[in-house]
């Protein structure tokens, strides 16, 4: 059976999310979708909408979104993968979508699942348990559940803290700065991640400062919001 070059079509999103062309982004992907349909590869095409889905969300588009999902968990389940680490990642990424969209309840069944699959497979400080559970928290704090919400964020920092992932540990602390529990010493944690010298000012780093900048500014910390804004501007526009 014919495949896509999945490995290939992941470099260019990968090239096209580094250089800030989100809208390119989802007519490539969408044009691969098409072609793992017309192949019959299955696993391409489940590959192909799990990258939709964080696509969609971050694009705020949850027509597109609810689609991705549907069909993705949908495909997922008929192929049997939903307990693998693969499986979970995407229901990982179902599950972040849906709770960008505002569908929390589904959202949290479907971080079980996840939750479920990795502890089937990896030990537990795997650095992706902390995506994970920084999700998981967020739900809670969404419920007001804010002291559960604290623990899952400190359970994903000491996930973090041997594995060199500096945007996600700061993005962590920007989460707990948001329960209003420490707030000025998140902040500053948080903006001492982003100011230190091991910080590769990649694709990611820029993504993870527009992504933080309106925290900070809700928080009282506009001046960190405008120096993140303008890394993020400087790396677009020399790229």
């Known amino acids: 059976m014919n495949k896509i070059p999945l490995h290939e079509v992941i470099a260019e999103c990968d ?6 062309k989100s809208s390119e982004t989802g007519i490539h992907l969408r044009h691969w979708l098409n072609e793992a349909r017309l192949l019959g ?4 095409e489940l590959s ?11 694009d705020n588009d949850p027509a597109r979104g609810l689609e991705a999902i549907d069909s993705g968990i949908k495909l997922l389940d008929e192929l049997q993968l939903g307990e693998t680490v ?11 979508a849906l709770q960008a969209f505002g569908r929390y309840e589904e959202a949290e069944k479907l971080y079980l699942r996840a939750f479920r699959a990795y502890s089937l ?20 704090a969404v419920k007001g559940d804010t002291d ?11 996930v973090l803290k041997d594995s ?3 945007m996600d540990t700061a993005v962590t602390w920007i989460n707990l700065a948001q329960l209003g529990k420490d707030t000025a010493a998140c902040c500053e944690r948080a903006m001492a991640i982003f100011n230190d010298p ?5 694709g990611y780093y820029a993504h993870t400062c527009l992504k933080c900048a309106p925290a900070f500014a809700e928080l009282g910390y506009g001046n960190y919001a405008e120096v993140l804004r303008a890394r993020a501007g400087e790396f677009y526009e020399s790229h």
Request: hydrophobic share 45%; net charge negative.
């Open 148 to 158: 559960t919400a604290e623990a899952y964020y400190f359970e994903a920092l000491e």
């Open 15 to 20: 090239h096209l999310f580094n250089a800030g």
């Open 41 to 44: 590869d299955r696993e391409g």
């Open 121 to 140: 497979h990896l030990p537990d400080k795997d650095v992706r348990f902390a995506g994970l559970l920084n999700n998981m928290a967020s739900v809670y």
């Open 86 to 96: 693969s499986g979970g990642t995407i229901l990982l990424n179902a599950a972040t």
């Open 48 to 58: 192909i909408l799990s990258e939709l889905m964080g696509r969609y969300r971050m």
């Open 164 to 166: 060199g992932n500096l």
């Open 198 to 202: 091991a910080a590769a000012h990649d």
